[in-house]
């Protein structure tokens, strides 16, 4: 029986992880418009990875907006921010993510926040959601129909046109929900109340 190996319980820097994700996606650019046809697969799978963190990261920045809104109604928060270990020591579905997101939709104005910019927030996360699904449909397809004898390689190819096109787009998408949320979300003072 092969026992797993295990793995690292050390969490590398903000830096490191910064740097990290910096690389593969040089990496995965420089091969998306590649003729070569493994480099351009492979961008495709470092691309759905870089959708995963986009995610977890909305998922995050969620979390804070729904705990400044307790806070701004004096509440007492309802649960603490998840770190890291929560979102990567354990694989968790992209698309139930998603679905975690679009549980807490639409977000009403509360606070200091005026109507329009919580129907602004609320369009993006939308567009965002939409993005991502588009994203993880086309990227199912490609590895779907990569054994299916009715597509030829020219068809895969075009598959992976697809999916390098749809994770442009999600990554404008979730930009622009990531800027435009990111002031509601907790400062880093209002993050150290819930550090223990």
């Not at 910064?18 to 990496?27: N, Y």
Request: net charge positive; aromatic share 8%; hydrophobic share 35%.
């Amino acid at each position: 029986m092969i026992k797993p190996k295990a793995t690292s319980t050390k969490m590398i820097s903000r830096e490191e992880k910064m740097g990290k994700i910096s690389f593969f996606q040089k990496l995965a650019d420089s091969s998306s418009g590649s003729r070569d046809f493994s480099k351009k697969i492979g961008a495709c799978a470092i691309y759905a990875g870089l959708i995963d963190f986009s995610a977890i990261q909305s998922v995050r920045l969620l979390e804070q907006i729904l705990l400044k809104s307790e806070i701004s109604r004096g509440k007492k928060p309802s649960f603490k921010p998840h770190g890291d270990d929560f979102f990567y020591d354990k694989k968790l579905d992209t698309r139930r993510l998603i679905v975690e997101i679009k549980r807490f939709l639409p977000f009403k104005a509360t606070g200091g926040t005026i109507k329009e910019e919580a129907e602004m927030i609320n369009k993006l996360a939308y567009d965002m959601i939409d993005s991502i699904n588009e994203f993880l449909d086309s990227r199912n397809e490609l590895l779907h129909h990569i054994g299916s004898p009715r597509k030829s390689v020219k068809d895969i190819d075009e598959i992976c046109n697809k999916v390098i096109k749809l994770y442009e787009k999600c990554t404008v998408a979730n930009a622009k929900f990531i800027l435009t949320a990111q002031p509601f979300g907790l400062s880093d003072e209002e993050m150290k109340h819930f550090k223990n």
